[in-house]
């Protein structure tokens, strides 16, 4: 889930949580909770915490872990967890929190760290201490970020309707598998397909009725009380509200569609100005050969980057060609040869773009299409992401510039769209 201002609260948050965990055991070991119980002394075990903790993230042995994305723009997990902890230094109430509550463990069960099982004991409120605080971070972000009052509380809201919907969404698509449900959520009997199970392809679709009779109707089908239908007061200012949860749901959708940019070239463009540099490095210099009589030839910018006769751009490139440069652009040296295989040479569209190479065919389909799409087979996708290769990849395998690559895309886009019209 992305909301502005927000960092915690995507696909990366459990592993922050773990690496943050296992960092906390390290330095409250050999029995540092006992001098959590002092209540003077709390406070000031707060900065030798943090410089423990600090140190031993920059010294992770979980190197794979902490270098992991962290969330959609870009944080890695080690990032955002070296910012939580400095914000526990800039917020002691919530480590006097922490404190307390290993302080009443203590007092019901003795000192449980030294028990078996007791490390467990310990993880679980370090995670409930961060738990609270990524919430409380990212609540005063998304303040600033759009000037509207954002508590934590309603940040859990906020992915408490976001999980809400992905469950939804994974009901919908099974609905053979759990047609009773797919009816109470959706109010009626069901003879055939609903059409909502079609419509529902993001959040925006998600209705707050929907939410509201889920959240019924979790108990019935096993899965326990839902959050709307609890004792718990957490939730009061959701119940029975569709038009805040309406509201919320649309907040969510239309900001990952604000923020999402569906074009996609923003990843495959990493690297763009790097190349025009080159380009133009190369350009200079030719042309200073060329004032000297040394050259004949002077390339722009904006023709082939690569002036390589044994290794030309046409899409009858020699198979040891395509290896190195597959290499190269850090894919498997036989992608190009599989990929080539992998086409539907009869289709309308391979006939259509006979003339281009496979790089050029695939820019469009990540133009068009984006850069997964499940009628993509296998052998196009980049081993190391599951997605089409990045622009700067095909770049590289048609030993083209991006924005030659982007001309060749561009113009075969164009006769296609031709060739379509009636």
Known sequence: MRLPGSRYQEHGWEHVRKLLGHCSLQALAHGAPA????????????????DSVADLLRHCGQPQRAAASGNSYGDSVLELAASLVCELQARPADWLAFCAAVAAEFDKTGAFW??????????KKVNDMYAVLRDKVDADNYQAACGRLCSPNKMYAYRML???????????AAWREHLPQVEAILGRTIGAEPIETRQLSSILGCRAEWVLRWSESRERFGAGPGPLHTRSKRFASLKDNADKIGAMLREIGEYEQLSANHDNDWR??????????????????DSEQAASGESDQILAPDEERFDDPEQPSAPDAPEPAWSTRAMAVSLPPGYMLSARAAQQNGSWSVLMMAEDSLPVRLAVYL???????????????????GELPTMLQRAGLDRLSLPTLRKRRDAAIARLHGAARP
């Open 367 to 385: 133009k068009i299409l984006g850069a997964f799409d499940d009628s993509y087979p296998a052998e196009w996708l980049d081993p190391a992401t």
């Open 162 to 172: 976001d999980t809400a919907y992905g469950d939804i969404a994974r009901i919908f």
């Open 268 to 285: 495959a463009d990493a690297g763009e100005a790097a190349l025009w540099l080159d380009d133009l490095a190369r350009v200079l210099a």
């Open 114 to 123: 030294e028990r078996e099982g007791g490390e467990a004991i310990l993880r």
């Open 35 to 50: 001098r959590l119980l002092e209540p003077s002394a709390r406070e000031a075990q707060l900065g030798g915490y943090v």
